[in-house]
Structure formats: C-alpha cells, structure tokens
C-alpha cells in the first residue's frame, strides 16, 4: 500500500515535471505570439481608427474615415495612386499562379524525367531563387539599359526602331517587364518545392503506367499532376497572397516612387511609401483594408482548392 | 529522455536570456575616458570627409571616441530607430523629412541651450580640462562679415533669419515652444551648366532671360547636344521643382511664394504663378505635337539621378537641374577638365522686378536637412558639444570648403580659400541673390501632408507630358479645385 501511494507520488512528481516542462516549451511560442504578432496587429488595428492630433500630440479618434477615403482613393477617382496600385497588384494573381506556377510544374516535371542536361537545367532554373533580388534586379535592367544593354542593343538591330524607354512609368512596357523579371526570378522556388513533391512519389507508379502504355503527358497530367496536388494547391494559395504583398519588384526595377500615377506602383508599394513618410496610421488602414478584402478572397480560393484537390499523402 | 528535455529546457532559457540581453545593447552608460558619442549620418551628397574629420578633431578636444554610421537611408530609418528608442546614435543628421512629428512624440531632445548660448561641456584630456561652449568668437572667419559681430554671439545671433527659428516648436498645443533640430545644410539648387558646351554654341555666360535661354536650348540642338540631362525614374523627377519653384518665385515674387507654404487658406493655390512656371516646363521639355520630351538626353524617365549626371558630366548635355552637392557625388567618374557652374535660373517673362526695374534675383536652397538628438540617447551632452564644435565658425567655414555645401548661416562662403570654381560660382549665386528657404509652421503642412503640387505630387510632371497631357494652366486650375475641396479634410488631418 505504501510502496503504491510512494508510486503514485512519484508519478504525480514526474506528471508535474512534464507539465511544467510543457507549458514552459509553449511560453516561448505564447509569448512570442502574444507580443509580435496579436499586441502588433491589435495595435495596428487600433490605429487605423485614430488620428494623431498634432496640438494636442495625442491620438484621438477617426472613425472610419480612412477607410472611406481609401475606398474612395481605389474605386474612385480621388487615389490614382492607390487605384493604379491596385490595377497592378491584382495583375500579379494571374501571372503567379497562371503563368509562372505551370510553366514551374512543367519545368519541374521534364527535371523529374531526367531530361538530358537536367543537372544543368536544375541549376539554371535554381541560381536566382539562391541570389538577393536587388542583384538580380540590377543585372535584369541591365539588359535593357539604352547604352550598353545587350537585350535593348539586339532588340534595337531586330526591330530597326528605337527602343522604348523600358522602365519608365509613361511607357508601356514598364510592367509587364517587371512580370517577366517576376517570371523568370520566381521560377526556381517553385520549382523545387514541386520537384521535390515529385521526387517523393513512388516509382510503381510509374512502372504500372509505363506497363499500361500510358505517354509523357499521359504521365505528367494523369499521374503527376494529381499526385502532387496538394503541393500545388499549397503553392496556387500562397501565390493568389501576391497581390496583397507585391512590391519588390517593381520597386526594384521601376523606382520606389511608383512612378507617374502610380503606374508602376502597387499597393503594398504605397503601404510601405506611406510607412517611410511617417503616415504609419494611413499605412495600417490599407493594410486592414486589404485584409478585408484578401481574407474572403483567399478562403474562397482554398475552398475551390480543397474541393478539387484530391486527399492523398506521400 | 530526461536529457533530451533539459536540453531543450537549457536552450529556451539561452535563447530568452540572449534576447532580453540583445534589448539592453545601445542603452548603456557611456564607456571610455569621455564617453563614447555614436553618430549616424546620411551618407550622400556631402561625402563623408567633414564628418570623419570634425570628429576626429572632436576626440583630440574631448577625448571622446566617436563612432560614425553612414546610412544612405538614415532619413528613411530615423523614424523606426526614435519610435524603438533601442539602438540609439547620440546624434543624427538627416534629410529634410516632417522631425515636427518626433517632437510631438516625444522622440527629440531639446537644444535651448545650444541656441542661447548656455551650454557648456568640460572635458579633461590628458590632465587638462577644456571646455566646449556655444557662445562664439568669429573673430579672424568670414562670418558676419556683414554685420560687423564679432565675439559673444551665440547661434540664434549666427543663423540667417530666416532659419533662426527653424527648430523652434512646442511638443503640444499648450506647452512651451523648445528648439529641437539644427539646420545641417543649406545647398544651393537650380541648374548646373557645362561651360565648355556653352562656350561651343557661342555662349560665354549662361542664358539669363527665358528668351535667351529658349535660343540657347535650339543653338544646343541645332549643334546636335541635349540641352537637359535629367532623371525621371523616381523622386529624381523632383529635382525640376528646384527650377519650377524658382520660376514661381520669380513670377510671383518672394513674399507670395513664401506665404504659400502658410497656408492660411485654399486661395493660395490660385496663384498665376504655378501656372506660368509649370507652362515654361512644359515649353521647354514636352514637345506641343505628341507629348514626348524634348531637349533632353535620350530616355530621360528611365534614369535616375545618377545616370542623369553621369550623362551631364560626358558632356551629352549641356545643363542639368540639380545642387551644390552635385560636385561631391559626380567626383568619382567625372573626367579632368570638365568644367561646370552654378547659374541663376533664368528669368521667366512677367517676372516681378526690384526697385531698379531690373528683376529680383532669386536663388532656390533646400536647407532643410537637420541635425538632432534622441531624447533617449545614451550621451547626449556629447551630441550636444560636438553640434556647439561644429557651430565654431572655423568649422563651419571647413564644413562648407569641404563639402562645397553652405549652411544656414551669416557669412560669405565665396571668399573663403581653397574651393573649387564650381563652388564659388554656387556661393556667389547664395550671397548675391535672395534665397528661398522653404520654413513652414503651417501645421497644414507639417501634420497634414499638405502638397505644394496637391493631387498630383511628383506626378505634375508627367502629367505635363505624354500623349494624354494636360496643359499647365489646367493642372493649376485642377490643383486649386481639388485644394478647395480637400481643405477641411485636410484641416481636421492637421489636427485644426
């Protein structure tokens, strides 16, 4: 009896241990949690509805009026900023999950079959995902700069007509460049992430394919692809997040200011403009604004997803 | 197991105790025989050979040890570094940006004494004691060569008037007003010319009336040469306000241009002025048939201001809108021999005339970038001596043949020695003519992002060009319109 009740002591004793010891591994999550990111976003939130009142050096409250004028500034006519901003953001959806999401899968698909020079290809396709934006940015407008650029220089000689200037905010080419550039330095990400879901699917498979006679695109469509849904699902959700945070890019390629009319700005282009200026207040409220506007979107998007996606695991 | 989790235990621990250590980095007290002064400064357009070499002669006065940060964007992270208050310099030196909002959040620290003469630091180095005060002697300088001071001023007494007041605020509505920030830099702006260019197309002097200067642009491109080099890729698209805002003031006189940034009402953007500056722009840059820019190097919206005056100093064109800074940042890829100066803008026809018939001579400045101290900097009484040890007329006078740069101050930068001639021609243009300071208490302008080009901003000028471009006078007109319209938005954004 006494040895039990000793055991059961020692039982409560090593109970508590790993209680403490539990609860002291979540603190360090909990906390970081509770400060970086819900003490942030509240406050964050909270500001949106306030104005700093510049007699008084306090905050006072604003109501919903930033949110008036920014819905004004997107949909009216009074932000041509935020307007263009927008245009140019929501371009980004279909060139991330449209264009550079299948031209991945595809990519990653003739690596995964073993192409001749795939070792090669890999490299090819993965050397911008390893180097910093800027420098690939610096050596993408390069090509086309009017002096000394190879890319403008032969477009030049094939066109016979004086190239256009290609970043700037009055021409036309400006974004669908900074796309392109988007195109080809966001290839290697994904493509790593999808060869490497299809790296992990079996190779019976395959075998069982090849003995029922099925092709190359037999394969790719009717085998792989499924197989590797939940990856490209996962990739297709954080692709359609571009527009609520592109910014890059353009930035990059085409000046921070967004150019004239926001032509080549974007709107997490304006939050972090408006940030730099000291208008944190007007920067959160876009922010929250397009919260509001992402989170259906998004969930849409994943509802449509899960619906198609097929449940499998490797 | 058991091991297992104390290790995992042991690091929670080591990663908490390494970040709450992290937080107190840069609050300290400050260490060495003096004290340690941490200075961040823009790095930019006036180099950074004043600075190591002012603070240096510092640490031989004071035996304090300076450590110097250059930040190319140090305006842009001025406010995440006061709004953390972790990681302090001692003392900064930024651009132009709206430092009203830091004093009202409490971020900066006053300079009354450093402006009334009562600061006073001792230090001992080596067993003796010196003292860094900011009362002055401008005995044997070329400060108030004018006005005949000469010791016992301090630097309210030394500042031009215009910017004598220029950090003078009060944290809230009711409290008492402080100074908080110093003037750094008052840069001379307008355009900068290519001598030789000139001389080549016949011009020994550059063009001083909008007629002579509408001839001098066709001689340039008869002769095959870009009278503009510019950039219109990002903020450098600004840079043509310099000039813009010059024709304004010329058109509409000083007074009025001044009474603008006052903003006692929507009304003051019904000013011919704004028209008539814009509409010379347009003359001069967008062509009337299809919008596209002329008279410029090729290209211009895709370059930045450094490509912009890498063009101007190979001599692709022959003027460019720009600072006395540009000497500085060109220094490295300009070649021997290439001479340039800083002119007066010309003047633009219905310019207000002096009493002598003749017109008013006016000269841009952007002398709005400033120096200041976190109010919870580890040592600001250093940050406050070595701004007192700057202030020294010598060292003013060294600030300025250094970087070729003027301050705000009362003196006569063309006569002191060893500056280049393109310097000299920048500080002639500084004393001989009246200079534009751009000093708004407006709290309009200051709280409510309040724009001189309102709608617009940078925009104006693409706006001005381009196949859907609209003219000046519509732009001016849209401007007050929309001014009118926003006035008590932008009041109630003011705080008003």
């Known amino acids: ?33 509770a400060v970086f990111w819900l003490y942030c976003n509240l406050n964050t939130f909270r500001l949106t509805f306030f104005r700093f009142n510049a007699l008084t050096a306090k905050y006072e409250w604003y109501g919903l009026t930033r949110f008036v004028n920014i819905a004004k500034g997107m949909f009216g006519d009074t932000d041509i900023y935020l307007k263009n901003g927008l245009k140019n953001a929501l371009w980004s959806f279909p060139v991330q999950v449209f264009i550079i999401l299948p031209l991945s899968f595809f990519m ?64 036309p080419t400006a974004m669908p460049l900074v796309f392109t550039f988007g195109v080809w330095a966001g290839l290697g990400y994904y493509i790593v992430l999808l060869n490497g879901a299809m790296q992990r699917l079996p190779q019976e498979v395959f075998e069982a394919a090849k003995i029922e006679g099925a092709g190359l695109w037999r394969e790719c469509f009717s085998i792989v692809l499924p197989l590797i849904m939940p990856t490209y699902s996962m990739l297709f959700l954080t692709g359609s997040l571009a527009p609520f945070s592109y910014y890059l890019q353009p930035m990059l390629l085409c000046g921070e200011t967004g150019g004239v009319n926001g032509a080549t700005g974007t709107v997490a282009l304006r939050v972090m403009s408006l940030m730099q200026g000291g208008f944190a207040e007007d920067a959160a409220a876009i922010g929250l604004f397009l919260s509001l506007i992402g989170i259906p979107f998004v969930l849409f998007i994943k509802w449509v997803l899960d619906k198609i996606t097929p449940d499998v695991t490797f | 197991m058991k091991k297992l989790k104390w290790i995992c235990l042991l690091t929670t621990v080591l990663i908490a105790f390494t970040f709450v250590m992290s937080s107190c980095i840069g609050g300290g007290e400050p260490t060495g025989e003096n004290g340690e002064l941490k200075i961040t400064y823009y790095e930019g357009g006036t180099g950074k050979v004043w600075i190591e070499t002012l603070a240096s002669k510092f640490e031989k006065e004071t035996g304090v040890k300076v450590i110097l940060t250059a930040d190319p964007m140090a305006t842009e992270n001025a406010i995440t570094l006061l709004q953390s208050g972790r990681n302090l310099p001692d003392l900064m030196f930024i651009l132009q940006t709206g430092w009203q909002k830091y004093v009202q959040s409490g971020w900066l620290e006053e300079l009354d004494d450093l402006y009334n003469g009562t600061f006073k630091a001792e230090y001992t180095v080596g067993g003796e004691t010196k003292t860094i005060g900011s ?10 060569t004018d006005s005949g001071k000469t010791t016992g001023v301090n630097l309210t007494d030394m500042l031009i008037d215009d910017f004598e007041d220029y950090g003078y ?10 100074y908080y920030v110093e003037s750094w830099t008052a ?40 009278p503009f080099a510019w950039g219109g890729s990002g903020m450098e698209i600004a840079y043509w306000d310099f000039i813009t805002e010059t024709w304004w ?5 000083l007074d009025k241009w001044k009474e603008f940034y006052q903003f006692e009402s929507a009304d003051v953007y019904n000013d011919p002025g704004r028209a008539a500056a814009l509409g010379l722009w347009q003359d001069l840059i967008v062509s009337p048939t299809d919008g596209s820019f002329i008279n410029s190097i090729e290209k211009p919206m895709g370059k930045d201001h450094n490509d912009a005056q890498r063009s101007f100093v190979k001599g692709e064109a022959a003027f460019t809108p720009t600072g006395s800074w540009v000497e500085t940042e060109t220094e490295k890829f300009v070649l021997p021999g290439f001479n340039m100066r800083m002119m007066s803008v010309p003047t633009i026809n219905g ?75 920048c500080f002639e243009l500084f004393e001989e003519s009246e200079c534009m300071y751009q000093n708004s208490k407006s709290p309009l302008f200051i709280y409510g992002g309040v724009e001189r080009w309102c709608k617009y901003g940078t925009n104006i000028y693409g706006n001005l060009a ?31």
């Open chain 1, 1 to 33: 009896m006494q040895k039990n009740k000793t055991g059961r002591k020692k039982k409560n004793k090593i109970a508590r241990y790993d209680l403490i010891f539990v609860w002291l591994m979540l603190a360090w999550a909990l906390i970081h949690f």
């Open chain 1, 108 to 171: 990653a698909f003739f690596l995964f079959k073993k192409i001749p020079c795939s070792g090669a290809f890999r490299v090819i396709y993965f050397m911008p995902s390893i180097l910093s934006v800027v420098v690939l940015a610096m050596v993408f407008r390069f090509q086309f700069n009017s002096e000394f650029g190879p890319l403008d220089s032969l477009i030049g000689k094939i066109t016979g007509k004086e190239t256009p200037d290609w970043f700037s905010s009055m021409s």
């Open chain 2, 135 to 144: 009362v002055y002697d401008v005995t044997g300088t070329t400060l108030f």
């Open chain 2, 169 to 178: 605020i009060s944290e809230t509505f009711d409290s008492e007003p402080h």
């Open chain 2, 187 to 226: 840069p001379c702006t307008g355009f900068v010319y290519n001598v030789d260019l000139l001389k080549s197309v016949g011009y020994d002097a550059p063009p001083a009336t909008e007629e002579e200067f509408r001839e001098c642009c066709a001689k340039l491109v008869e002769n095959g040469i870009a």
């Open chain 2, 249 to 253: 003031a010329q058109y509409s006189g």
């Open chain 2, 351 to 425: 310019a207000k005339t002096g009493a002598d018939g003749k017109p008013i001579k006016i000269q841009n400045t952007s002398a709005g970038d400033f120096a200041c101290i976190p109010k919870k900097a580890a040592n600001k009484q250093a940050a406050k001596a070595f701004l007192a040890f700057m202030n020294r007329p010598e060292n003013v006078e060294y600030f300025t043949v250094e970087t070729g740069i003027p301050r705000a101050f009362n003196y006569t930068p063309s006569k002191l020695g060893g500056i280049s001639d393109f310097a000299k021609s």
């Open chain 2, 466 to 496: 381009g196949a859907n471009r609209q003219s000046a006078s519509a732009i001016a007109n849209d401007m007050y319109t929309y001014a009118k319209s926003m006035w008590n938005t932008w009041s109630k954004a003011a705080g008003l």
